[in-house]
């Protein structure tokens, strides 16, 4: 498929880019941080965006979704993005709906996409155990007691962990740590006896928790998919997230890049604005490069997800890796190329600056994906 | 024994006997020693060292006793700072003071200055902030506008200074004003302003570290005594110039890395503890090559520190040092900070509250805080253009 948006997402990123930018500016992140928000997200923002079709997206239209797919996914979040708009859309309508849809029984689809769809159900996936992203490395145990499943263990960096209904749980019912086999996901209630959910301040103010398990019973049908087996579908959606993260940071940098160029375009020293001066020049001129490149690898991560390519897991690392790599350069030179003021709260570089080294964390920082890319590669 | 051995004797025995048990231990950052009229001692043991150091004058091991420093030689003053390394006392004093200021009185003010300022260093008396960015003036410094009007017995000082770091806790501030508007460089004088002035204000600007170090300054009718000028009317710049350098020295160590949460040692370390070992080695490839550049570029960087001051002993300058050492020093640990994101992972990105410890939360804050030490004291951009200019004669364009 050509690397160029149809017409109906031409428009999809037209509507997403209004939205955001008038309903959801930075601002609003500033006052979730600043009033300390228990939600940490804006539940009118929300309700909007399930009235936009933005939460079911990937749902089915049988389902109560808008069945935009990916590529819809992923446009959304760049505007997301762009705007550091926290909600949870990340959460429940790329990792939830995804991981439902795709390991879900049809039981489980019919009863909870629609939930999703219609804004009435937050999930969180808990995944995470250690500070660096490492699906094989899950050491949860989830113990067969007759019909009943037993859960034990802690996990960390779950995002929207604490406003979420339902975990979906990624633990063992065999093996160890390691090994990509034996592994199963569950859904369980964020109420359901023996869970524990502490919410953790981040750098980028946005919401994240540390969950205990202790000796949780669920059902057994509660399981997400057949035991012991999950790892292929749990890695085709964590591929699914990962791309429309790089989505998101995408749109962060575009950010970044725009505002840091008409400084340099409005401010003055020497009695020349400073983007007279070459050593600035050259760098925003490279940074321009950069985002070209970041845009094409974030198409056609999307594209390949879209077109259900065999090579999504290379095609995501490569976003993936290029983001990490990008947003870090663009976030430091949005501070430096504003001098003292880039240092400031009161301007929003360093809010991008924040994000961008979360958003490199989830589901696997470059070095992670650079790996990936060169075992994939055979290298 | 040489007269050198008998110092350090001495020396080590009067630091047995005179650094308290708490000051041999890593600094805390609420307990870094400022001075200052308002000083605050969250643990008593700083005031104590600080009064000690102070009367020897060793706060300042290497100015004339006549001003209240330690008169120490060079050799001296060496050896008073390996025997504090030996016992890992802390720095009796932080100040912009010690660091900035002094140097610069000592060089270009008055004797009646020099007595009544100098002293006040020393002992921690009186904490000093610096009034020389403006809105307007960063880094084409020269082009500040906050004027000085001379009104037969005193000045009377109106304008605005920004980025003023800890002004809101300082006594007083030393100030660039423009006391003639017709040329740019030439017009520019040294002033010292007592912040209890009336006219001078100082309101915190939060950072993105979270913390309020720095100001926004306003001078507004401020009234200065004429003898508070230092230095020769219009011939500021010079002194300025001079006292960026003694600023730049002291931000450039920061490429060392001083001790605390995030020194170097550490990162080896972590990096096993995030990551396993393989024999000996860090078990990712990718971070123990990124781990081993870092180090090297360390290491390097530390000799070319060494060979400067062994070169400065020899009599021999090294050219444009001061930013040359400002750039690299603040570019690496700006890199180190980066790189200790990459081995912590999400750990390193904690805010606050549960789910990190201290050391952690204390990486975050410092790797957000080191993004400002390319941009204070003269941004990278700038120290590039002075060597560019100064060290290797390529014209403007
Ligand atoms: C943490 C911190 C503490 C500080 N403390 C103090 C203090 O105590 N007292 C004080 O007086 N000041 C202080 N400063 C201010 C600091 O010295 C200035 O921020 C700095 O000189 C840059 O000026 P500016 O902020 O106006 O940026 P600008 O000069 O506007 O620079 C914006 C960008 O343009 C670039 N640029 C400008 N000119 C050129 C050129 N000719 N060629 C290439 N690039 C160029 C800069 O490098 C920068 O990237 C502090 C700053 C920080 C961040
Ligand atoms: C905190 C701080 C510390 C500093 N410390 C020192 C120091 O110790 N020693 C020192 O020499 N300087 C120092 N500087 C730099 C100093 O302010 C000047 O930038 C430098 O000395 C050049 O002198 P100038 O003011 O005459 O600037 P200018 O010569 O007018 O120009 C300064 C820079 O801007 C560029 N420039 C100016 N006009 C133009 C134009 N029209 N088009 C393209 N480029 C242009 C020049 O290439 C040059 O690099 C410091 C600056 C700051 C902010």
């Known amino acids: 498929m050509a690397l160029v948006l149809t017409e109906e997402q031409t428009m999809l990123r037209d509507m997403a880019k209004q939205f955001f930018t008038e309903q959801v500016p930075v601002t609003n992140l500033r006052k979730l941080r600043d009033e300390e928000s228990a939600d940490g997200y804006d539940k009118a923002v929300w309700q909007q965006i399930v009235e936009l079709g933005f939460a079911g997206i990937l749902i089915p239209e049988e389902q109560g979704g808008t069945g935009f797919g990916p590529i819809g996914l992923g446009i959304v979040m760049q505007e997301a993005g762009r705007t550091l708009a926290a909600t949870p859309l990340y959460s429940t309508a790329i990792l939830g709906a995804g991981l439902i849809l795709a390991a879900g029984s049809d039981g489980q689809k019919a009863e909870l996409l629609p939930q999703i769809a219609g804004g009435e159900l937050l999930t969180a996936l808990a995944l995470e155990e250690t500070a660096h992203h490492n699906p094989k490395q899950v050491a949860m145990t989830a113990a067969q007691d007759g019909d009943q499943i037993i859960l034990s263990g802690q996990k960390n960096f779950v995002i929207d962990g604490h406003i979420a209904d339902k975990l979906i749980v990624v633990a063992r019912t065999s093996g160890a740590a390691g090994d990509a086999n034996g592994l199963s996901m569950f859904l369980v209630d964020a109420k359901a006896k023996g869970v524990t959910v502490t919410r953790t301040h981040m750098v980028d103010s946005r919401n994240a928790a540390m969950v205990s398990f202790d000796k949780v019973s669920i059902p057994a049908h509660d399981a997400l998919g057949p035991l012991g087996a999950a790892m292929a579908e749990l890695e085709s959606v964590l591929d699914l997230g990962r791309a429309c993260i790089a989505a998101e940071m995408l749109g962060g940098i575009e950010a970044v890049f725009d505002t840091t160029l008409a400084y340099l375009k409005e401010r003055k020293q020497f009695g020349v604005i400073i983007g007279t001066f070459q050593a600035l020049k050259h760098r925003a001129a490279e940074m321009f490069c950069e985002v070209e490149l970041c845009q094409s690898v974030v198409l056609d991560a999307l594209s390949a997800l879209d077109e259900r390519r065999n090579d999504v897991p290379r095609a995501v690392s490569l976003a993936k890796a290029r983001l990490g790599d990008a947003a870090r350069l663009i976030s430091n030179e949005g501070v430096q190329m504003h001098g003292g003021i880039g240092m400031t709260d009161a301007v929003d570089m360093g809010l991008y600056l924040k994000r961008a080294r979360v958003q490199s964390q989830l589901l696997g920082d470059t070095n992670f994906h650079r790996s990936r890319y060169a075992e994939l590669g055979g290298y | ?397």
């Open chain 2, 1 to 397: 024994m040489t007269d050198l051995d008998t110092f350090r004797a001495e020396t080590r025995a009067w630091l047995e006997e005179n650094c308290p048990e708490s000051m041999r231990t890593p600094m805390p950052e609420r307990e870094t020693p400022w001075g200052g009229r308002n000083a605050d001692f969250p643990n008593p043991d700083t005031k104590i060292w600080l009064d000690r150091m102070a009367s020897r004058g060793w706060t300042a091991p290497e100015w004339p006793a006549e001003y209240g420093g330690g008169g120490l030689s060079k050799d001296e003053a060496r050896i008073l700072q390996q025997e504090m390394s030996r016992i890992n006392a802390r720095t009796p004093l932080a100040s912009f003071g010690l660091w900035m200021l002094g140097p610069a009185l000592l060089e270009f003010a008055s004797e009646e200055q020099k007595k009544k300022y100098l002293g006040e260093i020393v002992r921690g008396e009186i904490r000093w902030c610096q009034g020389y960015s403006e809105p307007g003036a960063g880094s084409d410094l020269a082009g500040l506008q906050t004027k000085a009007e001379d009104k037969g017995d005193h000045y009377l000082v109106n304008g605005q200074k920004v980025w003023t770091s800890y002004a809101d806790q300082c006594d007083w501030i030393f100030c660039l004003v423009r006391t003639d508007s017709s040329v740019k460089h030439d017009g520019i004088s040294f002033l010292l302003i007592d912040m209890n002035t009336p006219g001078v204000e100082a309101r915190p600007i939060k950072l993105i570290s979270g913390a309020s170090p720095f100001c926004e300054t306003f001078l507004t009718d401020v009234v200065v005594p004429k003898e508070n000028l230092v230095g020769e009317l219009n011939k500021g710049w010079t002194i300025a110039k001079r006292l960026l350098e003694h600023e730049r020295t002291m931000i450039s160590a920061m490429g060392m890395g001083g001790g605390g949460a995030a020194s170097m040692g550490g990162m080896e370390a972590m990096a096993k503890e995030n990551f396993g070992e393989d024999g000996d080695k860090i078990a990712n490839p990718a971070i123990r090559e990124a781990v081993t550049n870092h180090k090297m570029d360390h290491q390097a960087f530390a000799l070319t520190l060494k060979r400067a001051a062994d070169e400065a002993k020899a009599g021999q300058g090294m050219g444009a040092a001061a930013s040359m050492f400002k750039y690299y020093g603040t570019e690496l640990n700006k890199r180190r900070f980066e790189l200790l994101l990459d081995v912590m992972g999400t750990q390193a990105l904690g805010w606050e509250g549960e789910g990190f410890d201290a050391r952690e939360l204390s990486i975050t804050r410092s790797w957000l805080r080191s993004k400002g030490n390319s941009i204070e004291g003269g941004t990278s951009e700038v120290q590039l253009n002075v060597i560019a200019k100064r060290v290797l004669g390529l014209p403007d364009a």
